[in-house]
Nanobody, 117 residues
Framework: QVQLVESGGGLVQTGGSLRLSCAASGITFSIYNMAWYRQVPGKQRELVASITSGGSTNSPNSVKGRFTISRDNAKNTVYLQMNSLKPEDTAVYSC???????????WGQGTQVTVSS
């Protein structure tokens, strides 16, 4: 059974930092491309950052320079370091795993991040 379990969300003030973790089980983690998405109720889900099995990363301009994705294959975990947080970063953050490209096969339940102004 595949599981992706996020942790690390919470309430933080503007300008603060959080580190999200996503622990994977039931898959050969090292060969999967991973990503973090976020979603606000009533809005489309948004890609926050991605990392390939080889370690190449990508992120949109809205978070570039503030958010960093990384992975630890020994721990089957992908991380999202979020710095200089803004109220507009408030969302449910979920991780996803894709065996090929970025056609995601598995999703986590998500963790709430709330940034107060």
């Amino acid at each position: 059974q595949v599981q992706l379990v996020e942790s690390g969300g919470g309430l933080v003030q503007t300008g603060g930092s959080l580190r999200l973790s996503c622990a994977a089980s039931g898959i050969t983690f090292s060969i999967y491309n991973m990503a973090w998405y976020r979603q606000v109720p009533g809005k489309q889900r948004e890609l926050v950052a991605s990392i390939t099995s080889g370690g190449s990363t990508n992120s949109p301009n809205s978070v570039k320079g503030r958010f960093t994705i990384s992975r630890d294959n020994a721990k089957n975990t992908v991380y999202l370091q979020m710095n200089s947080l803004k109220p507009e970063d408030t969302a449910v953050y979920s991780c996803a795993a894709a065996r090929y490209g970025f056609r995601f096969d598995f999703w986590g339940q998500g963790t709430q991040v709330t940034v107060s102004s």
